[in-house]
């Protein structure tokens, strides 16, 4: 009884230096903010327990493995665009519903989401991400490739809309098991323009008398 009490508040010790971290992360990002800085980098290694989460406009993601061996890196940038790469490494991971990796983006009219969960055993993830606005016309190219492999529950889902608004679902993956999973996407959306309202409203005029 005294070592399950123990262990419980060993764990959140371990919550309480997680939350910590993830604060001083977004401290950190504030004051590079504010300093015109464009670079945070982020890297922590160890056996324990992990929780780390990033995020933004357009892009973010979240580590965690309960108890284990862990080493997780992180690196965003702003040059002329904005980019982000995250690798995650997981030994003896037990499974539990805080062994996660799990990414999303946003750009090009397209939102991608990629959920590892329920992380088992020894796992890897990584991800490169980069969104670009072009200065001429304003619009957007995305690009994002994902490499996740282990034993693992991934839900992953591509989705955007029409052009009345509705949405789509492009791309939905339900997987449960053992695997490797290769995922690129290259995406562009270009800048909706006066003169295509006159298409938008022949093809509601098409869809009314039909």
């Not at 037990?94 to 062994?99: E, L, R």
Request: hydrophobic letters at 40%; a negative charge.
């Amino acid at each position: 009884m005294q070592s399950i009490v123990a262990a419980r508040k060993e764990c959140r010790i371990y919550k309480h230096v997680a939350i910590a971290i993830t604060v001083l992360q977004v401290c950190l990002m504030l004051l590079i903010l504010l300093t015109d800085g464009n670079v945070i980098e982020f890297r922590a290694s160890g056996d324990g327990m992990l929780y780390s989460t990033h995020s933004s406009s357009n892009a973010g993601e979240t580590a965690g493995v309960d108890a284990g061996e862990f080493a997780y890196t992180y690196k965003v940038e702003w040059a002329e665009g904005y980019s982000k790469v995250t690798s995650v490494f997981v030994a003896r991971a037990a499974g539990g519903y805080g062994d996660q990796y799990v990414v999303t983006a946003r750009g090009a009219g397209h939102t991608i989401d990629y959920e590892a969960r329920q992380i088992a055993g020894n796992f890897s993830g990584n991800r490169d991400f980069t969104l670009h606005i072009r200065p001429d016309d304003q619009s957007e190219d995305l690009d994002q490739h994902i490499l996740v492999q282990g034993n693992m529950t991934l839900i992953a889902k591509i989705r955007s809309t029409d052009r009345f608004g509705r949405p789509l679902d492009n791309e939905t993956v339900f997987l449960r098991g053992k695997a490797m999973v290769d995922s690129y996407v290259n995406l562009s959306k270009p800048v909706t323009r006066p003169e295509d309202w006159l298409g938008f409203c022949e093809e509601i005029e098409r869809r009314w008398e039909s």
